[in-house]
């Protein structure tokens, strides 16, 4: 058994069923093992772009047995696959830029997988933003708290259109999942109020500076969503 924390749980969940998975950025390789241990996963490739990080990946599946089912490799993002070699993938605990790079430095790889699973540390908007307008399509879309800090995980699909933009969402908003909001995700309340919060504080610094207009166009989104949220009872 591999101890998962909540995050790398809500990962191994949404890649129930995937039968070949990669794991891209897999540092110290616990959501691969747990993968093939208990995920009923057949084979997964391990990659990072750190040979230390790899290292410890490798020691980690010699040690439970699984190396006969695991590939790691060293390279950056899903560079080190062909197309079509895994069925699912997970990039997780990256910046959500560098996320958008790696998924556009290899869209032939992306485009066929069955399920990519997502969960930026940081630049979510921009990361949710590119999706949208490359056509991944949001299959499913988490809120997880850990050590008093909420992370957003979502899995997304190539598809031939973009999503459909969600009644009572507002448009044009990536701070937070629109397919969290249509599938009702418990927590999105708080972590909108939350939000709102933060950036209600930051706009009393930001008077008369550049950034308050952003600030402005946010809250009132978060307004937005929280209105949303109070009408689905
Ligand atoms: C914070 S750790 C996250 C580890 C694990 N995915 C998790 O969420 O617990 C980020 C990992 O991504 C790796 N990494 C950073 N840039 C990468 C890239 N371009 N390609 C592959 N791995 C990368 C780092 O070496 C590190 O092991």
Known sequence: MIRLDARLRAAFDLLQGAKAVADIGCDHGKLAAALLLEGGCERVVAGDISP??????RRLLEERGLSDRAQV????????????????????????EL????????????????RLVLQPMSGIEELRQWLYENRFCVLADRLVTEKQRTYQIFCVRKAKARDPWPQGFPEGCFLVGY??????EPGLFAYCQAQLYKRADR???????????KLQREIEQLQTILEGIEAWN
């Open 99 to 114: 996320i958008a790079e790696l998924l556009a430095a290899s869209e032939d790889v992306a485009a066929q997988m069955e």
């Open 73 to 96: 490799r060293l390279g950056s993002g899903l560079s080190i696959l062909l197309p079509g070699e895994c069925d699912a993938g997970a990039i997780l605990g990256m910046g959500g």
């Open 52 to 57: 230390d990080c790899l290292n410890k990946a």
């Open 203 to 213: 706009l009393k610094q930001a008077q008369g500076t550049g950034g308050e207009e």
């Open 179 to 184: 397919r969290a909001f249509s599938d009702r």
